[in-house]
């Protein structure tokens, strides 16, 4: 079976993070016997500058993605003008993350990236048994993926999409997920729904968004405990995932094959 592992969003910090994502999630998939395509969209911002989470005037490195060793990788300039209409539209309604709307720019190019990470996919002609993982290349993922049990709903049709357990915040959390071929198009474009999901919701919320778009789709969908944290282009870890990494202890590693 093949399992599609597509990257998005911003490279920002793979040099501290693609060695979990090697030995935690690609090695436990190899030696469980499925074939890997890794696809990626990046976007590339001239600078960092981000006060939410202590970043400022970091200059990305446009070769950061050779980390991943991907099959197809798609590097686009990160250009405001690209999600102005959804932008202008979602920053019409009160501030969900309250740090004068730069998160939720930030989200408008997340989910962006996303979309296009999903019409790279959609080239390499997924087959309806592929399963695809979505993944930000900027967490660290703590523990090692146990593929029979992790995927077993997805392999079994007993659900459609395996999503965090923790921080949700009221809604579904959006950091990774594991999907069947079908929900992973709902998953993927969910960026081309944002207008409608803003004049429903009121307002533009990660993790609501998530939670509107999967039950109004109707998928079916069970969570994982397997954690991740953020880390920033600088190696240091979100203060919100602080606390995680500090009950994890090391990370579980094993090494690539």
Request: glycine share 8%; with cysteine; hydrophobic share 45%.
């Amino acid at each position: 079976m093949r399992v599609v592992v597509g990257y998005f969003g911003l490279t920002r910090s793979l040099r501290f993070t693609a060695p979990a994502i090697r030995g935690n999630i690609l090695a436990p998939l190899r030696q469980h016997g499925f074939d890997i395509l890794q696809v990626g969209h990046f976007n590339l911002p001239e600078r960092i500058d981000n006060p939410r989470s202590g970043e400022a005037g970091i200059v990305p490195d446009r070769g950061e993605a050779a980390l991943l060793d991907l099959d197809l990788c798609w590097i686009e300039p990160q250009r405001d003008g690209a999600i102005a209409r959804e932008y202008e539209l979602a920053s019409a309604f009160p501030d969900a993350f309250a740090d004068g709307y730069a998160s939720l720019r930030n989200l408008c190019h997340q989910l962006r990236s996303l979309d296009r990470l999903w019409s790279l996919i959609t080239l390499a002609a997924p087959d309806p048994a592929d399963l695809v993982i979505f993944l930000r290349p900027d967490l660290l993922y703590l523990d090692r993926l146990d593929p029979p049990t992790t995927l077993a709903p997805l392999l079994a049709d007993a659900c459609d999409l395996v999503v965090p357990s923790w921080q949700g915040w009221g809604g579904i959390n959006d950091r990774f997920a594991f999907a069947t071929a079908a929900a992973a198009g709902i998953y993927a474009s969910r960026w081309r729904c944002l207008v409608d999901a803003c004049l429903d919701m009121g307002f533009l919320h990660a993790e609501h968004f998530l939670r509107q778009v999967v039950e109004r789709a109707g998928l079916r969908t069970v969570t994982t405990e397997l954690r991740a944290v953020r880390v920033r282009a600088d190696g240091r870890i979100s203060g919100n995932d602080a606390t995680m990494l500090a009950a994890a202890g090391p990370p579980a590693l094993a090494p690539a094959e």
